[in-house]
């Protein structure tokens, strides 16, 4: 049995009259009472812990009344002294009542459950409920099914019990002749040796059964599973769905990218370690040829032990002699062909000296900026940034200042990357490690570019149009109609929207990467956050590069 919430709902959908009697509203052939509270929750603008429920004539006036406006229909409700659905209740309430919505945040799932009364079960009053001919007929049917099914039942007992009794050793054995008539019957020996020869026999044989009597079976079955029918559906209608895929499907802020990372990781280890065996065989070839034994010295092989330039810089003729020459030029200090060579000039014996850096420089911060716009009305500014960027979710601002959020004048969030990722998207190479190498990245998160200086403008790396073209005024590199497109250039646009509402005017004219998220399909939030670093990456790695990213 379903609840009146739910009721209410498929028999406004499906336009089927809901009938009021006395203290009762009636769906059908379930009635609830008037009072009853359903387990849509009353909206209290303070934070308390008693919780409020709407009740079942409260919904079920709203939807009688849904066409006039709400002042009226408060007045008609004061009248009719029926409990009013708050203005703030009223949108969201009307489209889950009407079927555009699956489901409402206002739904509290562990709230009790009031369960309705069958109209059929109700017992015979005189002047109140008179039984008609067809729920007469009705019943005498179900009385003669359910006798019927209690004939087959015993049939099918009689049949079990009707198999023939058991016999062992030549002796028919009873049920009640098992136990002390057995054992005067036959020694203790004889009842041993049949029961190894049963077990054995048991082991190697499959009782078979007739293809006749599991047909028969097979029906009555059917017969009894037709019986439980109405049973079983009654149980089904009890049951509620406390998750669907839509909330299986949320990831909350979780990413899948070490997965990647793992096969990334796998894949370069196998080529190392490929790369390892073939330098090790080419060691181990040179070490063989290294260990070979050297030849003899022989005073008659001299030539194989002279290098080709041993006597070039003396200029000397190995196969010459002494005969042909006068005893005057024989001498080193006669002949030309020894003349001393120029003496080199001494070489200077300092070291240079390294220069130290100047320690007044200041380091240049190399933190992404992005900008935001600081209006309220747009789907993303200071209030809701942090959720969208690093959570992958997706909250509205109105939602962050009810829950007690304050408005910061800049804020920063940290994205984690896999290192392995990051080396191979720039080109590099990093070590291979059997962890996975989490490094967490800063970006600076502003709404009021005014206060950068010229510096801290080339570190801005993405903004967040919001469509109107007054959003740039101000701002460098604007054209001489105060166009933006060249500061497009310069960093990468991005434009957030609902998929309902329909896209703005200039959004279409700029360079400009939509992104879209959905009113009630949160799951969705991660592919849309994704998208952005996705764009963003690679605009960095063609344009700035020197940051971190």
């Known amino acids: ?28 052939e379930f009635s609830y009472l008037k009072n009853v509270k359903t387990n849509y929750m009353v909206y209290k603008a303070g934070e308390t812990s008693a919780k409020d429920y709407y009740t079942l004539e409260a919904l079920h006036f709203l939807l009688k009344n849904v066409s006039i406006p709400h002042p009226i229909y408060v007045q008609k409700a004061a009248a009719a002294k029926v409990p009013v659905v708050n203005r703030v209740d009223r949108k969201a309430l009307l489209a889950y009542l009407n079927g555009d919505t699956d489901t409402s945040a206002s739904i509290d799932k562990s709230a009790p459950l009031e369960l309705g009364t069958s109209r059929t079960a109700t017992a015979k009053r005189p002047g109140e409920f008179v039984e008609s001919q067809e729920i007469k007929k009705a019943k005498i049917e179900v009385s003669q099914k359910e006798s019927q099914i209690l004939q087959e039942k015993n049939a099918l007992a009689a049949r079990y019990s009707s198999r023939p009794e058991p016999v062992i050793g030549g002796i028919s054995v009873t049920s009640n002749d098992v136990g002390s008539s057995l054992s005067e019957a036959m020694s203790v020996e004889t009842i041993a040796a049949i029961k190894a020869k049963r077990f054995a026999k048991k082991r190697s044989t499959i009782r078979g059964v007739p293809e006749e009597e599991i047909e028969a079976v097979s029906l009555e079955n059917r017969a009894f599973i037709e019986s439980e029918i109405d049973v079983t559906r009654d149980i089904i209608s009890k049951e509620r769905v406390l998750r669907n895929r839509n909330n299986i499907l949320q990831s909350l802020g979780r990413t899948f990218t070490n997965i990647l990372s793992i096969s990334i990781v796998k894949s370069r280890a196998d080529t190392s370690k490929a790369a390892s065996t073939a330098t090790s065989s080419q060691n181990d070839s040179a070490d063989k040829s290294k260990q070979l034994p050297p030849k003899s010295y022989s005073r008659y092989d001299q030539e194989r032990f002279r290098g080709e330039k041993e006597t070039e810089e003396f200029k000397i003729d190995t196969l010459g002699g002494f005969a042909s020459m006068k005893k005057s030029s024989a001498t080193p200090q006669h002949n030309p062909q020894y003349a001393k060579s120029p003496a080199r000039p001494p070489q200077s014996s300092k070291v240079p000296v390294p220069v130290k850096p100047n320690k007044s420089l200041k380091r240049e911060s190399k933190t992404p900026i992005i900008i935001v716009p600081a209006s309220l009305s747009s789907l993303i500014n200071l209030f809701n940034v942090r959720d969208f960027l690093q959570d992958n979710r997706y909250v509205t601002a109105q939602e962050k200042q009810q829950q007690g959020y304050k408005k910061q004048s800049e ?8 290192l392995v990722e990051m080396n191979l998207l720039r080109g590099h190479t990093a070590p291979i490690t059997g962890e996975n190498q989490i490094v967490t990245i800063p970006y600076r998160i502003i709404d009021c570019p005014q206060r950068l200086d010229p510096k801290e403008w080339e570190r801005v790396v993405a903004v967040f149009v919001a469509g109107p073209a007054w959003q740039f005024k101000g701002w460098p590199g604007l054209t001489k109609d105060s ?14 929207k609902f998929e309902e509402v329909a896209l703005e005017p200039n959004i279409k004219k700029w360079d ?15 592919v849309s956050a994704l998208k952005f670093w996705e764009h963003l990456d690679k605009f960095i790695m063609k344009n700035k590069r020197h940051l971190r990213f």
Request: glycine share 2%; no cysteine; hydrophobic share 40%.
């Open 1 to 28: 049995m379903a609840d009146p919430l739910t009721l209410l709902r498929q028999f406004n959908i499906n336009k089927r009259d809901v009938t009021e009697k006395d203290d009762q509203i009636i769906f059908g």
């Open 411 to 418: 804020a920063t969030i940290s994205r984690k990357r896999d």
């Open 483 to 496: 166009s933006p497109v060249n500061i497009f250039t310069k960093m990468k646009a991005f434009h957030l």
């Open 512 to 526: 400009v990467t939509v992104l879209t998220v959905s009113k009630n399909k949160r799951h969705l939030d991660s």
